[in-house]
């Protein structure tokens, strides 16, 4: 049995021994299990004391990583190699946040000039906006911007916007990603285009749904204000110039970024113009600041203390030593109401793979199921199953310390719902007054704790995330970075649309092909 194989195998045996004790017991047994299960990490409160493993399986956890070659990826993903192996790229998202004085390479190349002059022009055109500088056609300022993405190109922004947004914008952000003409319809009522930018995200400007939507918008431009007029009012994030040139976008509006930037890894770069014009660029760069700060962190931190390392080995001991297939995260904080639905896609998307690097099908379960929503709100939906029903699901609770917004005393409620949730799954109810309000507790959970919701704060919490996720795909030895699971259904609803509308006639299922000859008829 090879060094990887044991450790999998001693993970394996310190988990079915820790079933048998419950965790509110440990706290007892183990008197140093608060300070090796609570961290700080770049401004942000770790406490991973709640969760199901022992201090003895948190080693076997630890030595699992080692095993894996932890250290050596890590220090390939920051020097810029090939780790995403599929596609021959690096992934360096972590240089979009970068000092302009750092050093970053991308397979021998250097990239931080590359980076901070698209930072300048972003920042440029940032201030044009808000300053009224650069304008509508009629020369008033813009008071909206419509933000066209998907995916990648719209969740990260999203969360952005939403978590720091101003109570009173100056000007506002409107997201539209869904291909449903219903998005579209609601998004053109609720803006007046006379006094909105729109702005297209999509590198290759080919993906469907987001074409879609902007080809709508820009009919809508040249209905109010001219078809001479539209191209004032457009600006793209793209890579493919031609394409925006011929859809009316001068070049001097086009911002794009590179290979080495996936997706769903995009919001640092151009991808999140939108939020940096409305935010402004001293909120934007914040935010930059706060991940930079995380990767610090997570590059220089032994894995014993390193929360991005610590918060991916508790989630690999629920799935992998226990057999947890779900994970809910719950931010107790509206502003943070679409996390569960970003970690959706960076977590499934990067980790729900079966075939390893090896290009054999791991021996192993990988990614689980991620959902969840706002606390709590929550508390009123699904916690019914968290506490009583016949699956263990494993919870994380995000919440901040403080808050400036809101009625006094509302915080301190909200708060004190976040820890007895988790004090809750955890103890349960001993000697029920009936059967059916039997907890047995025994479920765990974790917490990050924000001291305030800022942009230093939301970079770090995200940055923990990407980070988490990466040690996650390198334990269970798949490729995070590349996601060939989205393409066949494109693929294939390009075929079917041709269908649909008359131009084609391909072969498909009994099923599908009835349905294509219903909706035709």
């Known amino acids: 049995m090879d060094d ?82 599929s596609e021959g790229r690096p992934a360096l998202h972590m240089a979009l946040r970068a000092p302009a004085t750092a050093t970053f390479m991308a397979q021998g190349k250097s990239v931080m000039a590359d980076v901070e002059a698209m930072r300048q022009r972003m920042a440029g055109f940032a201030n044009g906006i808000r300053s009224g500088q650069i304008a509508a056609v009629d020369g008033a300022p813009f008071t909206s911007i419509l933000h066209i993405g998907i995916g990648g190109s719209d969740l990260g922004p999203r969360l952005l916007w939403d978590g720091l947004k101003p109570l009173k914008p100056q000007i506002g952000v409107r997201f539209l990603a869904n291909v449903d003409g219903g998005d579209f319809a609601q998004a053109a009522a609720e803006l007046d285009p006379a006094r909105t930018l729109v702005i297209v995200v999509s590198k290759t400007f080919t993906t469907q749904e987001t074409l879609a939507n902007a080809t709508a918008a820009r009919a809508w431009l040249a209905a109010a204000v001219g078809e001479a007029g539209v191209s004032k009012h457009l600006a793209a994030v793209s890579t493919a110039l031609d ?88 931010p107790y904080a509206y502003r943070l109401r679409r996390l569960p639905a970003f970690l959706q896609q960076l977590e499934m998307e990067s980790n729900g793979k079966s075939i390893g690097l090896d290009g054999a099908r791991v021996g192993h379960a990988t990614a689980p199921v991620v959902f969840g929503g706002e606390g709590s709100n929550v508390q009123h939906a699904y916690f019914q199953a968290m506490h009583q029903g016949t699956d263990i699901v494993p919870t994380e ?34 000697n029920p007054p009936s059967a ?21 704060s939301l970079g770090a919490l995200i940055a923990l995330y990407e980070h988490k996720t990466f040690v996650e795909g390198v334990v269970w030895g798949i490729n995070s970075f590349d996601q060939w699971g989205v393409e066949l259904g494109k693929e294939m609803a390009n075929a079917i649309l041709e269908d649909l509308v008359g131009r084609g006639s391909k072969p498909h299922d009994p099923s599908t092909a009835a349905l294509i000859n219903r909706l035709k008829n």
């Open 397 to 430: 609770f995000v919440a901040m310390a403080a808050t400036d917004e809101g009625p006094g005393g509302m915080h301190d409620k909200l708060l004190s719902n976040v820890l007895a949730q988790a004090e809750a799954l955890m103890v349960g109810r001993k």
């Open 243 to 330: 394409k925006t040139a011929a859809f009316g976008v001068a070049d001097a509006r086009v911002f794009g970024f590179w290979d080495w930037v996936g997706g769903r890894y995009s919001l640092w770069s151009s991808v999140s113009l939108s939020c940096a014009i409305a935010l402004g660029w001293n909120v934007f760069s914040q935010f930059l600041a706060g991940a930079a700060a995380m990767d610090e962190h997570f590059q220089t931190a032994p894995f014993e203390r390193n929360a991005p390392v610590l918060l991916a080995l508790a989630q690999i001991y629920n799935r992998n030593g226990l057999g947890r297939g779900a994970r809910s995260v719950v």
């Open 4 to 85: 990887l194989a044991a450790a999998w195998s001693t993970l394996e045996v310190a988990a079915q021994a820790d079933r048998a004790v419950r965790i509110e017991d440990r706290f007892k047994a183990e008197a140093a299990r608060m300070g090796r299960l609570t961290l700080d990490a770049a401004g942000l409160g770790i406490d991973l004391s709640k969760q199901a493993w022992s201090l003895a399986g948190l080693d076997a956890a630890l030595a699992l990583a080692k095993a894996a070659g932890l250290d050596d990826a890590r220090r390939r993903l920051f020097g810029g190699e090939a780790i995403n192996t």
């Open 436 to 456: 059916p309000r039997t907890f047995d507790g025994d479920r765990p959970s974790g917490l990050i704790l924000l001291p305030r919701l800022d942009p230093h």
